[in-house]
Protein backbone atom coordinates (compact mmCIF):
# COMPACT_ATOMS: atom_id res chain seq x y z
CA UNK A 1 0.00 0.00 0.00
CA UNK A 2 1.73 2.93 -1.34
CA UNK A 3 0.47 6.17 1.09
CA UNK A 4 1.51 9.93 1.40
CA UNK A 5 2.58 10.82 4.67
CA UNK A 6 -0.62 10.88 7.18
CA UNK A 7 -3.10 10.41 4.70
CA UNK A 8 -6.44 9.41 7.22
CA UNK A 9 -5.85 13.09 8.91
CA UNK A 10 -4.27 16.02 6.49
CA UNK A 11 -3.80 17.51 9.84
CA UNK A 12 -0.25 16.17 11.06
CA UNK A 13 -0.38 18.27 13.46
CA UNK A 14 -3.09 16.84 15.50
CA UNK A 15 -1.57 13.39 15.38
CA UNK A 16 1.83 14.87 16.39
CA UNK A 17 0.45 16.40 18.90
CA UNK A 18 2.37 16.38 22.55
CA UNK A 19 5.84 15.43 20.37
CA UNK A 20 8.88 17.29 21.08
CA UNK A 21 10.29 18.73 18.08
CA UNK A 22 12.74 16.07 17.45
CA UNK A 23 10.59 13.35 17.46
CA UNK A 24 7.89 15.50 15.10
CA UNK A 25 10.40 15.89 12.40
CA UNK A 26 11.62 12.10 12.71
CA UNK A 27 7.81 11.33 11.86
CA UNK A 28 7.42 13.36 9.47
CA UNK A 29 9.25 12.03 7.11
CA UNK A 30 8.94 8.27 5.56
CA UNK A 31 10.77 6.48 7.17
CA UNK A 32 13.35 4.46 5.02
CA UNK A 33 15.36 0.29 5.58
CA UNK A 34 18.92 0.66 6.84
CA UNK A 35 20.82 -1.63 4.33
CA UNK A 36 24.53 -1.63 4.20
CA UNK A 37 24.97 1.73 6.22
CA UNK A 38 22.39 3.32 4.05
CA UNK A 39 18.90 4.61 4.22
CA UNK A 40 16.96 3.39 1.31
CA UNK A 41 13.21 3.23 0.32
CA UNK A 42 11.94 -0.34 -0.04
CA UNK A 43 12.80 -1.17 -4.28
CA UNK A 44 9.26 -1.89 -4.63
CA UNK A 45 8.53 1.72 -3.31
CA UNK A 46 5.80 0.54 -1.33
CA UNK A 47 5.22 1.63 2.87
CA UNK A 48 3.16 1.53 5.50
CA UNK A 49 1.02 3.03 7.86
CA UNK A 50 2.33 3.39 11.18
CA UNK A 51 -1.06 4.01 14.05
CA UNK A 52 -0.94 5.92 17.67
CA UNK A 53 -3.15 3.17 19.27
CA UNK A 54 -4.13 5.96 21.62
CA UNK A 55 -6.53 7.64 19.03
CA UNK A 56 -6.37 5.43 15.64
CA UNK A 57 -4.48 8.25 14.01
CA UNK A 58 -1.45 7.81 11.51
CA UNK A 59 1.89 8.98 12.79
CA UNK A 60 4.41 7.75 10.51
CA UNK A 61 4.49 6.01 7.37
CA UNK A 62 7.48 3.33 7.23
CA UNK A 63 9.14 1.51 3.91
CA UNK A 64 7.75 -2.04 3.57
CA UNK A 65 9.95 -4.26 2.62
CA UNK A 66 9.84 -7.94 1.07
CA UNK A 67 12.05 -10.60 -0.09
CA UNK A 68 14.15 -7.62 -2.42
CA UNK A 69 14.96 -5.98 0.20
CA UNK A 70 15.72 -8.68 2.81
CA UNK A 71 18.05 -10.29 0.36
CA UNK A 72 20.07 -7.10 0.25
CA UNK A 73 20.15 -6.76 3.37
CA UNK A 74 21.97 -9.99 4.03
CA UNK A 75 23.82 -9.46 1.26
CA UNK A 76 24.99 -6.57 3.16
CA UNK A 77 25.81 -8.48 6.72
CA UNK A 78 27.33 -10.70 4.89
CA UNK A 79 29.79 -8.50 3.15
CA UNK A 80 30.66 -6.66 6.42
CA UNK A 81 31.10 -10.26 7.89
CA UNK A 82 33.23 -11.18 5.83
CA UNK A 83 34.93 -8.70 4.45
CA UNK A 84 34.52 -5.09 6.35
CA UNK A 85 36.06 -3.67 9.43
CA UNK A 86 33.83 -5.53 12.06
CA UNK A 87 35.55 -9.09 12.02
CA UNK A 88 39.15 -7.25 11.82
CA UNK A 89 38.29 -4.84 15.50
CA UNK A 90 39.23 -6.57 18.31
CA UNK A 91 36.92 -7.35 21.46
CA UNK A 92 37.79 -4.33 22.89
CA UNK A 93 37.22 -2.26 20.19
CA UNK A 94 33.67 -3.77 19.64
CA UNK A 95 32.86 -3.66 23.20
CA UNK A 96 33.20 0.18 23.36
CA UNK A 97 31.07 0.39 20.48
CA UNK A 98 28.15 -1.71 21.91
CA UNK A 99 28.66 0.12 25.05
CA UNK A 100 28.75 3.54 23.64
CA UNK A 101 25.28 2.38 22.18
CA UNK A 102 24.33 2.03 26.11
CA UNK A 103 25.03 5.76 26.25
CA UNK A 104 23.42 7.36 23.58
CA UNK A 105 20.30 5.15 24.31
CA UNK A 106 20.21 7.26 27.95
CA UNK A 107 21.00 10.28 26.15
CA UNK A 108 18.29 9.70 23.39
CA UNK A 109 15.84 8.50 26.68
CA UNK A 110 12.77 11.53 26.32
CA UNK A 111 12.80 11.05 22.29
CA UNK A 112 12.91 7.24 22.65
CA UNK A 113 10.34 7.06 25.16
CA UNK A 114 8.21 9.31 23.04
CA UNK A 115 8.56 7.46 20.23
CA UNK A 116 7.32 4.05 21.89
CA UNK A 117 4.33 6.38 23.46
CA UNK A 118 3.08 6.54 20.27
CA UNK A 119 3.68 3.50 18.40
CA UNK A 120 3.39 0.71 21.22
CA UNK A 121 0.85 3.20 22.98
CA UNK A 122 2.77 2.82 26.53
CA UNK A 123 2.93 5.33 28.88
CA UNK A 124 6.29 7.62 28.40
CA UNK A 125 7.11 7.47 32.05
CA UNK A 126 7.21 3.79 32.29
CA UNK A 127 9.11 3.77 28.34
CA UNK A 128 11.89 5.69 30.09
CA UNK A 129 11.78 4.33 32.91
CA UNK A 130 12.21 1.02 31.96
CA UNK A 131 12.21 0.48 28.13
CA UNK A 132 14.79 2.59 27.23
CA UNK A 133 16.81 2.50 30.66
CA UNK A 134 17.02 -1.41 30.77
CA UNK A 135 17.69 -1.16 27.14
CA UNK A 136 21.08 0.89 27.40
CA UNK A 137 21.50 -1.85 30.42
CA UNK A 138 22.20 -4.29 27.86
CA UNK A 139 24.01 -2.96 25.68
CA UNK A 140 26.47 -2.27 28.88
CA UNK A 141 26.18 -5.61 30.26
CA UNK A 142 26.36 -7.33 26.67
CA UNK A 143 29.83 -5.29 26.07
CA UNK A 144 31.54 -6.73 29.04
CA UNK A 145 31.19 -10.21 27.67
CA UNK A 146 32.97 -9.35 23.90
CA UNK A 147 36.22 -9.06 26.16
CA UNK A 148 35.94 -12.31 27.59
CA UNK A 149 34.02 -15.07 25.43
CA UNK A 150 36.90 -17.65 26.02
CA UNK A 151 37.49 -21.25 24.98
CA UNK A 152 39.60 -23.82 27.15
CA UNK A 153 42.69 -25.61 26.58
CA UNK A 154 42.11 -30.11 26.51
CA UNK A 155 43.98 -32.66 28.00
CA UNK A 156 44.03 -35.81 25.11
CA UNK A 157 44.42 -39.14 26.52
CA UNK A 158 43.15 -41.30 23.30
CA UNK A 159 46.15 -41.70 20.89
CA UNK A 160 46.16 -43.90 17.29
CA UNK A 161 49.70 -42.55 16.64
CA UNK A 162 52.24 -43.41 19.17
CA UNK A 163 55.15 -40.62 19.28
CA UNK A 164 52.58 -37.83 18.14
CA UNK A 165 51.15 -35.51 21.65
CA UNK A 166 48.34 -33.06 20.92
CA UNK A 167 47.56 -29.33 22.16
CA UNK A 168 44.09 -28.62 22.05
CA UNK A 169 41.72 -26.19 22.83
CA UNK A 170 38.34 -24.47 21.98
CA UNK A 171 37.41 -21.03 20.69
CA UNK A 172 34.01 -19.16 20.34
CA UNK A 173 33.32 -18.22 17.20
CA UNK A 174 30.60 -16.33 16.07
CA UNK A 175 27.60 -17.68 13.84
CA UNK A 176 27.72 -15.38 10.74
CA UNK A 177 24.77 -13.03 9.54
CA UNK A 178 22.06 -13.87 12.27
CA UNK A 179 18.43 -12.59 11.31
CA UNK A 180 16.36 -11.07 14.44
CA UNK A 181 12.46 -11.32 14.23
CA UNK A 182 11.18 -9.13 17.30
CA UNK A 183 7.41 -8.36 18.58
CA UNK A 184 5.92 -5.43 19.11
CA UNK A 185 5.20 -5.39 23.30
CA UNK A 186 8.67 -4.15 23.96
CA UNK A 187 10.23 -2.81 20.50
CA UNK A 188 12.92 -1.41 21.56
CA UNK A 189 13.87 -3.66 24.38
CA UNK A 190 13.60 -6.03 22.02
CA UNK A 191 15.67 -4.89 19.72
CA UNK A 192 18.16 -4.51 22.46
CA UNK A 193 17.96 -8.16 24.06
CA UNK A 194 18.70 -9.43 20.35
CA UNK A 195 21.70 -6.99 19.21
CA UNK A 196 23.31 -6.66 22.10
CA UNK A 197 24.89 -10.05 22.71
CA UNK A 198 25.23 -10.60 18.92
CA UNK A 199 27.45 -7.66 18.07
CA UNK A 200 29.17 -8.31 21.75
CA UNK A 201 30.44 -11.39 19.90
CA UNK A 202 30.58 -10.12 16.42
CA UNK A 203 27.88 -11.59 14.59
CA UNK A 204 26.48 -9.30 11.51
CA UNK A 205 22.40 -8.40 11.58
CA UNK A 206 19.27 -8.26 9.65
CA UNK A 207 16.99 -7.31 12.35
CA UNK A 208 12.80 -6.91 11.56
CA UNK A 209 10.82 -4.83 14.12
CA UNK A 210 7.00 -5.90 14.43
CA UNK A 211 5.20 -4.18 11.55
CA UNK A 212 3.10 -2.66 14.58
CA UNK A 213 6.21 -0.80 15.90
CA UNK A 214 8.80 0.00 13.84
CA UNK A 215 9.64 3.32 14.84
CA UNK A 216 12.08 2.84 17.81
CA UNK A 217 14.63 0.32 16.39
CA UNK A 218 14.43 3.01 13.04
CA UNK A 219 15.74 5.60 15.24
CA UNK A 220 18.07 3.04 17.03
CA UNK A 221 19.63 2.76 13.64
CA UNK A 222 20.75 5.42 13.91
CA UNK A 223 22.04 5.60 17.12
CA UNK A 224 24.10 2.50 15.78
CA UNK A 225 25.54 4.23 13.13
CA UNK A 226 26.57 7.55 16.08
CA UNK A 227 27.91 4.48 17.75
CA UNK A 228 30.49 3.91 15.32
CA UNK A 229 28.62 0.15 14.19
CA UNK A 230 30.39 -0.31 10.87
CA UNK A 231 28.23 -0.18 7.55
CA UNK A 232 26.35 -3.34 7.23
CA UNK A 233 26.90 -5.18 10.49
CA UNK A 234 23.16 -3.95 11.54
CA UNK A 235 20.66 -3.68 9.13
CA UNK A 236 17.13 -2.78 9.67
CA UNK A 237 14.03 -3.99 7.53
CA UNK A 238 10.65 -2.38 8.50
CA UNK A 239 8.54 -5.14 7.05
CA UNK A 240 5.31 -7.43 7.56
CA UNK A 241 5.80 -11.36 9.09
CA UNK A 242 4.75 -13.30 6.25
CA UNK A 243 6.93 -11.54 3.68
CA UNK A 244 9.66 -9.73 4.90
CA UNK A 245 10.08 -12.05 7.98
CA UNK A 246 9.74 -14.94 6.09
CA UNK A 247 12.37 -13.65 3.58
CA UNK A 248 14.96 -13.73 6.92
CA UNK A 249 14.33 -17.56 7.90
CA UNK A 250 14.14 -18.43 4.07
CA UNK A 251 17.67 -16.87 2.97
CA UNK A 252 20.53 -19.47 2.78
CA UNK A 253 23.16 -16.97 3.94
CA UNK A 254 21.47 -16.49 7.44
CA UNK A 255 22.90 -18.77 10.00
CA UNK A 256 20.55 -18.28 12.43
CA UNK A 257 17.31 -17.09 13.37
CA UNK A 258 16.28 -15.54 16.60
CA UNK A 259 12.67 -15.23 16.93
CA UNK A 260 10.69 -13.30 20.36
CA UNK A 261 6.61 -13.85 19.22
CA UNK A 262 3.95 -16.21 19.12
CA UNK A 263 4.19 -19.60 19.87
CA UNK A 264 1.99 -20.46 16.57
CA UNK A 265 4.80 -18.22 14.82
CA UNK A 266 7.68 -19.83 16.35
CA UNK A 267 6.55 -23.26 14.56
CA UNK A 268 5.96 -21.59 11.29
CA UNK A 269 9.64 -20.45 11.89
CA UNK A 270 10.90 -23.89 12.96
CA UNK A 271 9.44 -25.63 9.80
CA UNK A 272 10.88 -22.91 7.61
CA UNK A 273 14.56 -23.45 9.31
CA UNK A 274 14.67 -26.92 9.17
CA UNK A 275 15.36 -26.84 5.13
CA UNK A 276 19.00 -25.46 5.83
CA UNK A 277 19.31 -26.60 9.57
CA UNK A 278 19.54 -22.81 10.78
CA UNK A 279 20.12 -22.35 14.25
CA UNK A 280 16.85 -21.05 15.48
CA UNK A 281 16.55 -19.36 19.39
CA UNK A 282 12.88 -18.86 20.40
CA UNK A 283 10.68 -16.90 23.15
CA UNK A 284 7.38 -17.33 23.00
CA UNK A 285 3.99 -17.23 24.89
CA UNK A 286 3.35 -17.84 28.43
CA UNK A 287 0.53 -18.30 30.74
CA UNK A 288 2.22 -17.73 34.06
CA UNK A 289 0.82 -19.04 37.26
CA UNK A 290 1.21 -16.37 40.06
CA UNK A 291 0.75 -17.86 43.52
CA UNK A 292 -0.05 -16.30 47.05
CA UNK A 293 0.17 -18.62 49.85
CA UNK A 294 -1.45 -17.72 53.56
CA UNK A 295 1.87 -17.21 54.85
CA UNK A 296 2.35 -14.08 52.10
CA UNK A 297 2.97 -10.59 53.05
CA UNK A 298 -0.37 -9.28 51.38
CA UNK A 299 1.37 -5.28 51.45
CA UNK A 300 3.78 -6.90 48.70
CA UNK A 301 1.83 -9.51 47.25
CA UNK A 302 -1.19 -7.80 46.19
CA UNK A 303 0.37 -4.98 44.67
CA UNK A 304 3.17 -7.16 43.18
CA UNK A 305 0.17 -9.58 41.52
CA UNK A 306 -1.53 -6.86 40.10
CA UNK A 307 1.63 -5.40 38.41
CA UNK A 308 2.44 -8.86 37.56
CA UNK A 309 -0.74 -8.89 34.76
CA UNK A 310 -1.20 -4.59 34.95
CA UNK A 311 2.09 -3.39 33.29
CA UNK A 312 2.14 -3.02 30.13
CA UNK A 313 -1.48 -3.33 29.97
CA UNK A 314 -0.76 -7.52 30.10
CA UNK A 315 0.84 -7.52 26.91
CA UNK A 316 4.08 -9.87 28.19
CA UNK A 317 4.91 -12.89 28.06
CA UNK A 318 5.79 -13.56 31.31
CA UNK A 319 2.46 -11.94 32.26
CA UNK A 320 1.15 -13.43 35.55
CA UNK A 321 -2.23 -14.11 33.79
CA UNK A 322 -3.27 -17.03 36.34
CA UNK A 323 -3.38 -16.60 39.77
CA UNK A 324 -3.37 -19.13 42.59
CA UNK A 325 -4.37 -17.62 45.74
CA UNK A 326 -4.89 -20.05 49.09
CA UNK A 327 -7.95 -19.94 50.82
CA UNK A 328 -7.40 -18.02 53.96
CA UNK A 329 -6.43 -14.55 51.99
CA UNK A 330 -8.51 -15.41 48.87
CA UNK A 331 -11.03 -12.63 49.38
CA UNK A 332 -8.28 -10.01 51.19
CA UNK A 333 -6.52 -10.90 47.62
CA UNK A 334 -9.03 -10.33 45.52
CA UNK A 335 -10.23 -6.88 46.62
CA UNK A 336 -6.78 -5.55 46.90
CA UNK A 337 -6.67 -6.24 43.55
CA UNK A 338 -9.45 -4.93 42.43
CA UNK A 339 -9.26 -1.70 44.21
CA UNK A 340 -5.73 -1.28 42.35
CA UNK A 341 -7.18 -2.41 38.96
CA UNK A 342 -9.87 0.38 39.80
CA UNK A 343 -7.53 2.95 40.84
CA UNK A 344 -4.80 3.00 37.96
CA UNK A 345 -4.54 5.56 35.51
CA UNK A 346 -5.49 4.20 31.76
CA UNK A 347 -4.42 7.13 29.41
CA UNK A 348 -2.55 7.86 26.29
CA UNK A 349 0.80 7.23 26.56
CA UNK A 350 2.70 10.42 26.16
CA UNK A 351 0.16 11.37 29.16
CA UNK A 352 3.01 11.96 31.74
CA UNK A 353 -0.01 10.30 34.61
CA UNK A 354 -0.88 7.48 32.69
CA UNK A 355 -0.24 3.96 33.81
CA UNK A 356 -2.28 2.00 31.68
CA UNK A 357 -2.05 2.35 27.78
CA UNK A 358 -4.05 0.79 25.32
CA UNK A 359 -3.64 -2.40 23.11
CA UNK A 360 -1.01 -2.07 20.51
CA UNK A 361 -3.39 -2.49 17.82
CA UNK A 362 -7.39 -3.14 16.97
CA UNK A 363 -6.08 -6.53 15.88
CA UNK A 364 -5.16 -6.92 20.05
CA UNK A 365 -8.73 -5.21 20.74
CA UNK A 366 -10.74 -7.16 19.38
CA UNK A 367 -8.63 -10.28 20.60
CA UNK A 368 -8.78 -9.39 23.81
CA UNK A 369 -12.28 -7.98 24.30
CA UNK A 370 -12.98 -11.09 22.21
CA UNK A 371 -11.81 -13.49 25.51
CA UNK A 372 -13.45 -11.02 27.73
CA UNK A 373 -16.67 -11.99 26.13
CA UNK A 374 -15.81 -15.92 26.20
CA UNK A 375 -14.90 -15.55 29.84
CA UNK A 376 -18.50 -13.79 30.60
CA UNK A 377 -20.00 -16.97 28.42
CA UNK A 378 -18.67 -19.69 30.13
CA UNK A 379 -19.64 -18.01 33.47
CA UNK A 380 -16.56 -16.22 34.61
CA UNK A 381 -17.74 -13.22 36.96
CA UNK A 382 -15.69 -9.65 36.62
CA UNK A 383 -14.18 -8.72 40.40
CA UNK A 384 -13.31 -5.05 38.13
CA UNK A 385 -12.88 -4.32 35.11
CA UNK A 386 -13.86 -6.46 31.78
CA UNK A 387 -15.14 -3.58 29.55
CA UNK A 388 -13.55 -1.49 27.21
CA UNK A 389 -11.78 1.65 28.43
CA UNK A 390 -13.07 5.48 26.94
CA UNK A 391 -14.46 5.93 23.37
CA UNK A 392 -11.49 6.27 21.10
CA UNK A 393 -8.67 3.87 20.78
CA UNK A 394 -7.71 0.44 21.92
CA UNK A 395 -7.83 0.49 25.76
CA UNK A 396 -9.17 -1.92 27.89
CA UNK A 397 -10.40 -1.78 31.96
CA UNK A 398 -7.27 -3.69 34.21
CA UNK A 399 -9.46 -6.95 34.65
CA UNK A 400 -9.74 -10.03 37.52
CA UNK A 401 -12.02 -12.25 36.81
CA UNK A 402 -13.51 -14.91 39.17
CA UNK A 403 -15.11 -18.11 39.45
CA UNK A 404 -13.13 -19.29 36.92
CA UNK A 405 -12.46 -23.16 36.11
CA UNK A 406 -9.86 -24.71 33.85
CA UNK A 407 -11.80 -25.77 31.47
CA UNK A 408 -12.35 -21.93 30.52
CA UNK A 409 -10.53 -20.16 27.36
CA UNK A 410 -9.56 -17.44 29.46
CA UNK A 411 -7.82 -19.18 32.14
CA UNK A 412 -6.17 -21.94 29.28
CA UNK A 413 -5.16 -19.55 26.28
CA UNK A 414 -2.58 -16.61 26.32
CA UNK A 415 -4.77 -13.15 26.58
CA UNK A 416 -2.19 -10.80 25.94
CA UNK A 417 -4.31 -7.91 27.83
CA UNK A 418 -4.81 -6.71 31.39
CA UNK A 419 -7.08 -9.69 32.32
CA UNK A 420 -5.92 -12.24 34.97
CA UNK A 421 -7.80 -15.50 36.05
CA UNK A 422 -8.21 -16.09 39.84
CA UNK A 423 -8.73 -19.71 41.31
CA UNK A 424 -9.01 -20.18 45.18
CA UNK A 425 -7.02 -23.28 46.43
CA UNK A 426 -6.92 -24.97 49.89
CA UNK A 427 -3.48 -27.28 50.27
CA UNK A 428 0.13 -26.26 49.44
CA UNK A 429 0.66 -29.75 47.73
CA UNK A 430 1.40 -31.89 44.54
CA UNK A 431 -2.10 -30.65 43.13
CA UNK A 432 -1.37 -27.32 43.18
CA UNK A 433 2.13 -28.41 41.77
CA UNK A 434 0.01 -30.30 39.18
CA UNK A 435 -2.78 -27.16 38.33
CA UNK A 436 0.24 -24.13 38.01
CA UNK A 437 1.95 -27.00 35.51
CA UNK A 438 -1.02 -27.55 33.81
CA UNK A 439 -0.19 -25.36 30.67
CA UNK A 440 1.57 -25.96 27.36
CA UNK A 441 4.01 -23.11 28.17
CA UNK A 442 6.44 -22.50 30.98
CA UNK A 443 8.04 -19.04 31.22
CA UNK A 444 7.11 -17.59 34.13
CA UNK A 445 6.15 -18.38 37.90
CA UNK A 446 5.49 -16.00 40.48
CA UNK A 447 5.27 -17.36 44.26
CA UNK A 448 4.61 -14.91 47.61
CA UNK A 449 5.29 -16.92 51.08
CA UNK A 450 7.49 -16.02 53.83
CA UNK A 451 8.36 -19.61 54.37
CA UNK A 452 11.70 -20.25 52.89
CA UNK A 453 11.52 -24.25 52.99
CA UNK A 454 8.33 -23.94 51.23
CA UNK A 455 9.81 -21.05 48.48
CA UNK A 456 12.42 -23.66 47.28
CA UNK A 457 10.31 -26.74 47.19
CA UNK A 458 7.78 -25.06 45.20
CA UNK A 459 10.24 -23.05 43.35
CA UNK A 460 11.91 -26.43 42.48
CA UNK A 461 9.04 -28.05 40.92
CA UNK A 462 7.39 -25.63 38.42
CA UNK A 463 8.06 -25.72 34.99
CA UNK A 464 9.23 -22.58 34.40
CA UNK A 465 12.36 -20.96 32.75
CA UNK A 466 12.49 -18.29 35.18
CA UNK A 467 10.20 -18.53 38.81
CA UNK A 468 10.14 -15.31 41.08
CA UNK A 469 9.62 -15.20 44.60
CA UNK A 470 8.32 -12.48 45.87
CA UNK A 471 8.48 -10.30 43.64
CA UNK A 472 7.64 -10.36 39.61
CA UNK A 473 9.21 -9.60 36.45
CA UNK A 474 13.01 -9.14 36.97
CA UNK A 475 14.60 -9.13 33.94
CA UNK A 476 18.07 -8.02 34.42
CA UNK A 477 20.39 -8.73 31.80
CA UNK A 478 22.43 -10.86 33.74
CA UNK A 479 19.66 -13.34 34.23
CA UNK A 480 19.39 -15.96 31.66
CA UNK A 481 15.88 -16.10 30.08
CA UNK A 482 13.54 -18.50 28.51
CA UNK A 483 10.76 -21.14 28.54
CA UNK A 484 10.09 -24.45 29.08
CA UNK A 485 7.70 -26.62 27.09
CA UNK A 486 6.25 -24.48 24.14
CA UNK A 487 7.53 -20.94 25.62
CA UNK A 488 10.32 -21.76 23.91
CA UNK A 489 14.33 -23.10 22.46
CA UNK A 490 16.83 -22.07 24.31
CA UNK A 491 17.70 -18.98 26.87
CA UNK A 492 18.54 -15.12 26.36
CA UNK A 493 20.60 -12.61 28.26
CA UNK A 494 23.22 -13.94 30.45
CA UNK A 495 26.42 -15.44 29.30
CA UNK A 496 23.50 -18.47 28.46
CA UNK A 497 22.85 -16.13 25.27
CA UNK A 498 26.03 -16.92 23.83
CA UNK A 499 25.37 -20.58 23.16
CA UNK A 500 23.24 -19.49 20.42
CA UNK A 501 25.43 -16.50 19.18
CA UNK A 502 28.57 -18.21 18.23
CA UNK A 503 29.89 -21.99 17.47
CA UNK A 504 31.72 -23.86 20.02
CA UNK A 505 34.86 -24.86 17.57
CA UNK A 506 37.53 -27.79 18.73
CA UNK A 507 41.21 -27.08 17.51
CA UNK A 508 43.70 -29.74 17.83
CA UNK A 509 47.26 -29.44 16.81
CA UNK A 510 49.59 -32.67 16.81
CA UNK A 511 53.00 -32.58 17.38
CA UNK A 512 56.35 -35.10 18.16
CA UNK A 513 56.10 -36.28 21.85
CA UNK A 514 59.14 -35.96 23.62
P1 LIG B 1 1.92 -11.36 17.78
O1 LIG B 1 0.96 -12.49 17.62
O2 LIG B 1 2.31 -11.11 19.17
O3 LIG B 1 1.61 -10.14 16.96
P2 LIG B 1 3.70 -12.58 15.93
O4 LIG B 1 4.30 -13.86 16.34
O5 LIG B 1 2.61 -12.59 14.91
O6 LIG B 1 3.29 -11.85 17.26
O7 LIG B 1 4.81 -11.58 15.40
C1 LIG B 1 6.06 -11.41 15.99
C2 LIG B 1 7.05 -11.07 14.90
O8 LIG B 1 7.08 -12.16 13.97
C3 LIG B 1 6.70 -9.83 14.08
O9 LIG B 1 7.89 -9.14 13.76
C4 LIG B 1 6.07 -10.42 12.84
O10 LIG B 1 6.18 -9.59 11.71
C5 LIG B 1 6.90 -11.68 12.64
N1 LIG B 1 6.25 -12.74 11.85
C6 LIG B 1 4.93 -13.02 11.76
N2 LIG B 1 4.73 -14.05 10.91
C7 LIG B 1 5.94 -14.45 10.46
C8 LIG B 1 6.40 -15.47 9.57
N3 LIG B 1 5.56 -16.30 8.97
N4 LIG B 1 7.74 -15.58 9.36
C9 LIG B 1 8.61 -14.76 9.97
N5 LIG B 1 8.23 -13.77 10.80
C10 LIG B 1 6.92 -13.61 11.07
Redesign the pocket.
Known amino acids: MNSPVLPRSADASKAHEGLSEGVRRFLSEPRKLLIGGKWMAAASGKTFEVVNPANGRVVATVAEADKTDVDLAVAAADKAFTSGPWPKMTPSERAKIVWRIGDLLMKHADELAELEAVDNGKPFTYAKAVDVAVSAETFYYMAGWATKLEGSTLPLSYNLAPGTAYHAYTMRCPVGVVGQ?????FPLLMAAWKLAPALAAGNTIVL?????TPLSALRLGEILQEAGVPDGVVNIVTG???T???A??ANKTVRKVA????T???K??VR?AADDLKRVSLELGGKSPNIILDDADLEQAIPGAANAIFFNSGQMCTAGSRLFVQEGVYEQVIEGIAAIAKQLKVGPGLDPSSQIGPLVSDVQFQRVTGYLRSGAEQGAKAACGGQRWGKEGYFVEPTLLVDVNSEMKVYREEI?GPVVSAVRFKDVDEELIRQANDTIYGLAAGLWTRDLAKAHQISSKLDAGSVWVNTYNVLDPALPFGGFKQSGWGREQGHAVFEHYTELKSVCMAYPAQ
Open positions: IIPWNKPAEEFGEAGAIVFTGSEVGIIAF
